[in-house]
């Protein structure tokens, strides 16, 4: 069972890029969306102001909406696929997943068994925060990520 713990949110600007993608290329999506977004930053002088994240706009499926890219100190002008964007203010569910993005699943299932068990209701829109890079840590067993689910 995963530690969840709930939390108090401050918005929090982002640079992304959106799109629609199938799950099967979510992959190649977020490498691509990733080197955008630190492109860009880099370009304007600028450094990420958190580790990379994905936002989910609904649960995915098939296919899902989502945005890939950065926390920022202050918005973004766009630039080409690089828009800005807001992590959303709010009282959530967090917690950490330790392990390959392939059993993200069980963690997701953890944080909304305790966001109901405490009376709340999911949002529809989540993210997840990738605090291990797997080309420095080649070892999946040892990636986390947190998973961030808002709640009312």
């Known amino acids: 069972m995963t530690d ?24 190649s999506f977020f490498g691509a969306a990733f080197d955008a977004v630190a492109g860009t930053l880099a370009a304007r002088g600028a450094a990420p102001a958190g580790p990379p994240f994905a936002y989910y706009h609904g649960m995915p499926t098939e296919w899902v909406d989502v945005e890939a890219g950065f ?23 967090e917690a950490t997943h330790v392990g390959p993005y392939d059993t993200l699943g069980d963690t997701y299932d953890d944080v909304l068994g305790a966001v109901r068990a405490g009376g709340h209701q999911p949002a529809s ?6 605090l291990s890079d ?6 999946p067993a040892t990636w986390r990520t947190t998973v961030v689910w808002p709640v009312s």
């Open 134 to 139: 797997p080309a420095a840590e080649p070892d």
């Open 125 to 130: 829109g989540m993210w997840e925060y990738y």
């Open 71 to 93: 926390p920022v100190r202050t918005p973004i002008e766009p630039s080409g696929t690089v828009v800005p964007s807001v992590l959303p203010a709010g009282h959530a569910a």
């Open 4 to 27: 969840v713990r709930f939390v108090d949110l401050v918005e929090q600007p982002t640079a992304v890029v959106r799109d629609r993608v199938r799950m099967t290329e979510l992959t």
